[in-house]
């Protein structure tokens, strides 16, 4: 391996406000051996997450920082080449938090193989992976759907949302998704097959909302915070649940511009509860979500959408992509082909 | 009664922030008789409540608002002195939502009789009253408190706060409680036995609940919003319940000076939730709950204060004492004597 070259993208500087390039650098490092109970993985997709941005963040958080002039933190999927672990063999396809790099030296007991027969690698990523993971626990562990009910979700097009419309719909829902643009919002509905969209670029999501949601909501899925979730909030129906999944828009703001939903005391006129999940808390049941959701897309119940981004080196533009709302799908970088 | 005379609060215009004496006006109409199913209860004491400030405001709450005009809303506990109903008799002690005036013409199916002798009567408006029942089911019902886990209480030498932190105390929590100002402090500890104390106009709330509360808040009871809300966050352990019961901060604020919790996700990252109730839901429960509130008041255990202000021509002053944190215990007007 020692004729090998990993190329790292490692955080050079902790970002205020906004991510930029120069938070990152890349760096290469020749390829290391694995030790005892250790693999090495050739990375082939990354993942993109807009929780990204959190962990580059100092202080206290549900996992910790990555610190400055360590490989920045991702999940990913690739082969392993070698291996000092009995359990995983040379070849195997595993999914694993690789790092954004070429190659991964991680613990055997820290990595899940996979069926690289079975679906695309990306989508292991996507609706097979944590975002699929997140929208099952959240929505029904958290949301907790009865037919009939309206659910709501923002970043309706993302890797999440568009999961969550589609189990709202299996589990006898109404389904509203937020999303931006044009091309997003068809895709919404002719893709993922929510009933309504409303386009947060172009209308007023409070009063679309308003008119798609007659009854109120009953579940709201958030992804996104800002006005968004107030415009939810103003139009919850009674015992309303919002399922805190994430605020998109929150995260790359300074302590200063944080903004709280002003409107928070909606949950108490309508007697309502807004509560936060992370999904790994979940890992006792991974693999109940992950039969139901190969069982689904086996059934064509379940459509799943990924936005490829080509080459390592770009991720400082890709991610700044994932914060811009460009993606269309589960947006990931193909680190490599073999 | 003809030749009574009925003094009344009215709203005499919708208040825009604080609430200032000139959103009311005194007037005064003749009493007239009952009508079929119907009580004249001469008051003797009227609840003074932060809600009423939402009351107030035009728009969709939990109750309808008061119209611009009318007698302000306002609970209220007094005596029979006619009625056309056989359920009620001339000399029942009645609480019923009377208003803000001498005498209340109540139909008798929305009044409940009390034993005057039983308890003082100011004390219906407040530990035994919908102070009580609020804190009663806020806590034991959204909150649901265990044996070691440690209870935050704002407001805590308030009428819901003060009964908050006593039943916390007898599930065998630990509590903190939250006031304004030294005396009230005092009173938090030593009446209403709280283990610890912060004032907020004092001490740096967000350092101390870090120092009271080494393991993280299990139950944050929210009666005020704002920074001290933020504070709570800031605190949360994991799975932590915040029980939304209501946000004094911010009812006098305008539209664009409203405050949401800017570490809202606090929520997320803790896996807790913040859950807003109203106590009328809770109506078929409500002898469960006078049951045992008399029960422990009976035994010692659970301690009222009253703070009781002369005068139904003091209201508009007395509200703003409310507001202002002037009031140590359930605030009350006399209305008269006998």
């Known amino acids: 391996m020692t ?5 790292q993208i490692k955080l050079a500087a902790r970002p205020v406000g906004m991510v930029k390039p120069s938070d990152f650098a890349l760096a290469t490092e020749p390829v290391a051996q694995p030790g005892p109970g250790e693999v ?26 990555v610190g400055v002039g360590e490989v920045m933190r991702a999940g990913g999927i690739g082969r392993v080449i070698a291996t ?32 690289p027969r079975a679906a695309p690698l990306p989508r292991y990523l996507g609706v097979l992976g944590m975002p699929g993971l997140t929208a099952y626990f959240g929505l029904l562990d958290i949301g907790r759907p009865t037919p009939g009910e309206t659910v709501v979700v923002s970043a309706a097009a993302g890797a999440v949302g568009s999961v969550v419309g589609q189990i709202a719909k299996m589990k006898g829902c109404r389904t509203v998704g937020i999303a931006g643009g044009a091309d997003k919002c068809r895709s919404v509905i002719e893709e993922f097959g929510f009933d309504a969209a409303v386009d947060y670029k172009q209308e007023d999501v409070r009063k679309k909302l308003r008119e798609h949601c007659p009854n109120g909501i009953d579940i709201y899925f ?24 994430g605020a998109i828009s929150q995260y790359n703001a300074t ?14 006129v309508n007697r309502a509860r807004m509560e936060g999940f992370v999904v790994f808390d979940y890992a006792a049941r991974y693999a109940e979500a992950a039969r139901a959701m190969a069982g689904w897309i086996a059934e064509g119940k379940l459509k799943a959408r990924e936005d ?31």
Chains 1, 2 share one sequence.
């Open 3 to 7: 004729n090998l070259t990993n190329r």
């Open 40 to 65: 090495l993985v050739k990375v082939q997709y990354i993942s993109l997450d807009p929780a990204m941005r959190g962990w580059m963040n100092e202080g206290r958080s549900y996992v910790r920082p």
């Open 84 to 115: 000092d672990d009995s359990s995983i063999a040379v070849g195997d396809t595993v999914t694993a938090t690789t790092g954004v790099q070429d190659y991964a030296l991680v613990k055997a007991a820290d990595v899940v193989k996979v069926d």
């Open 222 to 245: 958030d992804n996104v915070g800002g006005p968004i979730l107030e415009a939810a909030l103003a139009n919850l129906a009674c015992k309303a649940r919002v399922v805190l999944c």
């Open 255 to 268: 302590r200063d511009d944080l903004r709280g939903p002003r409107n928070y005391m909606a949950l108490l």
């Open 308 to 338: 490829i981004v080509d080459g390592i080196e770009t991720f400082p533009q890709t991610l700044l992509k994932l914060f811009r709302g460009e993606n269309l799908g589960k947006l990931v970088i193909r680190v490599s082909n073999d």
